[in-house]
């Protein structure tokens, strides 16, 4: 990693401590390796991305339908899907230095970091595992699902009959999933315990290209909408030897992440899953998950379309992109340029003097129940704007001593610095358009 990108990540993750996005989990004990916690700012940003994603893909959708199941999983559905078979990788660790490698990214039997000697290699099950009730036996082993849509493909037929869908039509969910990452590393970006957003679209076998198309345009769209940078984002295609076993064909999209080899890293994977998963189910089970095509009365196990996104990336690519430093009239500033859609506080309400604060305070009661709004007295009011640019709020409404006399306050916006007054009569209003709209054009 070379200077820059470390002092970007290590400036990144201090303000996300600093400001409340996300802690290290168990800090006081030293921290959990490759655990997070998010605070007060990032449960708020995580859940902006969430409902983005959720409206853009089920709610605003009359063909796609959405589902929670459980995290805690039955075995059997792992052994139909291949997990409990591929989902591990031979390891070999150093003796000497204690480093611990992909036994296919050595070559040789000494370590690549200090030529120690290497052990045998042993499997890593990269699935947690724990005991379903008192016994602790086999046949009380369950798993923690390592991906969210194995519960889409078992709970196929049950959605089938209880919505009536008909070809084409997805089903999506988002939620926990967990992995035993061997390097789990960077940030939020691979942890072992992380978010997905799921969906998985039912087509006619002939059809699924044509719909995988469609739905990789679909997943660029929304990531533009959440005002990523173009040239920051992109689209790779897997080559063969990539391609995970359930796959005919898969594209990733990538973000600019600055620690990753070659400059990208992966945001989130367009597969075409064919028939596999709902065959290996019915397989497994002995259940018929085919479906009833009514045109041409005839069974077919339909062909799958998956969109698969991580929620903690996705967060992550948000912050990079929106991370500046700038200087105005000479003093440094640091901004998160968020999407206002995406940013935890809309606005703050900032009074010159705390001799205003109880003006000031009858203003952020009137905004509250339309907006997550903050209010802020204390410190100089530069101290208070810089906080709130650190924070990605995006409006600043400031209570002045002529607010006294005309009613009305001033509204500052972060990226441009431009400033409106406007009566206090119509601030709601004003901040509701200004939500739906953005700030206008510069004056
Ligand atoms: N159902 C397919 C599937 O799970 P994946 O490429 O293994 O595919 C999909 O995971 C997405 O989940 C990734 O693009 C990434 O955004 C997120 N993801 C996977 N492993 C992760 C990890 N260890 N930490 C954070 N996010 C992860």
Redesign the pocket.
Known sequence: MTADVTDLMKKLVSLCKRRGYVFQSGEIYGGLQSSWDYGPLGVELKKNIETSWWNFMVSTRPDVVGMDSAIITHPDVWKASGHLKNFHDPMVDCLKCKGRFRQDHVEGDSCPNCGGKLTEPRDFGLMFKTQMGALEDDSATVYLRP???QSIFVNFKNIVTATRQKLPFGIAQTGK?F?N?IT?RNF?????E?E?M?MEFFCIPEEAEKWFEYWLNERMQWYSELGIKSDNIRTRKHDDSEL?HYASSCL?IEYTFPFATGGWG????I?NRTDFDLKAHIEESGQDLSYLDQINNKKIVPFVI?T???I??TMLAVLLDAYREEEIEGRERIVLGLHRNLAPIKAAVLPLSKKLSENALEVFNLIRPHFPVQFDETGSIGKRYRRMDEAGTPFCITYDFDSLEDKSVTIRERDSLDQIRIPVETLVETLKNLMDSGWPAAK
């Not at 939020?188 to 072992?192: E, G, I, L, P, W």
């Not at 992966?266 to 994977?269: A, D």
Request: with cysteine.
């Open positions: 991906e969210t849509c999933a992995r990452e789990a939020v970006f691979r942890s072992r992380f997905q799921e995970a990733d992966e945001l989130e994977g597969a998956e698969s996104g991580g903690g990336r």
